[in-house]
């Protein structure tokens, strides 16, 4: 298998603009979670859903930020308006059953860099 | 305090040193205990993954966890300029769905 594929790997956007990050899991996969990472908060899960289906979204940061998945090979991370301190890097995660001794896959991440 | 701590160092070692690398924790809720390596500009991958208490062997990579003194430890012996990465220790708890992360050490093995 290809692995958690995202894109875009790089994106550098103008304050204000609108950023759509894509993620494709791993085929086969019930579980697709979206995290950022930054130098000061490391590691965050923003969303996740099961079987297509929003769960928790409770790491959101605020209502600039949205996350879709239309079907089970397909998922979106939407932030409308960006703000430099949006900055990071954005990883999509897939697996099979919820996160606990099952394996999450990590895509190689979405650099997201906001000026 | 953070719920899990974890020193970002970064860790410089001689090639075929002996590497610790720690993590504490405050909930007491977590069950699952997991160690990912990170390398530079790539996602996390698991390494290692534990249950509860106890130790576990892989390799030349050993994972420890001391629930009662809430500290897990990885163990990397004879390590290896490719064991060069930032690593991660995760948890979470019985029926939940959300990892909890440290923020990672930086692990350097010099040749």
């Known amino acids: 298998d290809a692995g958690v594929i995202q894109s875009p790997r790089h994106e550098v956007t103008e304050m204000g603009q609108e950023v759509t990050l894509r993620c494709k899991p791993i085929s086969g996969h019930d579980y697709l979670f979206w995290y950022r990472q930054t130098m000061m908060r490391g590691l965050e899960l923003l969303i996740y859903f099961n079987n297509n289906v929003p769960i928790d979204d409770s790491g959101m940061p605020e209502d600039r930020f949205s996350a879709k998945m239309p079907n089970a090979s397909f998922s979106t991370l939407k932030i409308q308006p960006s703000e430099p301190r949006d900055s990071a890097v954005y990883f999509c995660?897939?697996?099979?059953?919820?996160?606990?001794?099952?394996?999450?896959?990590f895509g190689e991440g979405s650099w997201l860099t906001v000026v | 305090q953070k719920e899990v701590e974890q020193d970002p160092g970064p860790l410089s070692v001689p090639e075929g040193a002996i590497v610790s690398l720690n993590c504490t924790y405050s909930?007491?809720?977590?069950?699952?205990f997991m160690w990912y390596r990170q390398y530079s500009r790539k996602g996390p991958e698991l390494l290692m993954y534990t249950y509860s208490s106890g130790n576990k062997e892989d390799g030349r990579f050993t994972a420890q966890v001391d629930k009662s003194s809430k500290y897990i430890s990885l163990f990397i012996r004879d390590s290896q300029p490719s064991d060069s990465a930032t690593y991660l220790c995760a948890m979470k708890g019985a029926g939940s769905y959300q990892l909890t992360f440290g923020k990672g050490t930086k692990l350097s093995v010099i040749p």
């Open positions: 995660a897939s697996s099979y059953g919820p996160a606990g001794g099952n394996t999450i896959y």
């Open positions: 909930n007491s809720a977590f069950q699952y």
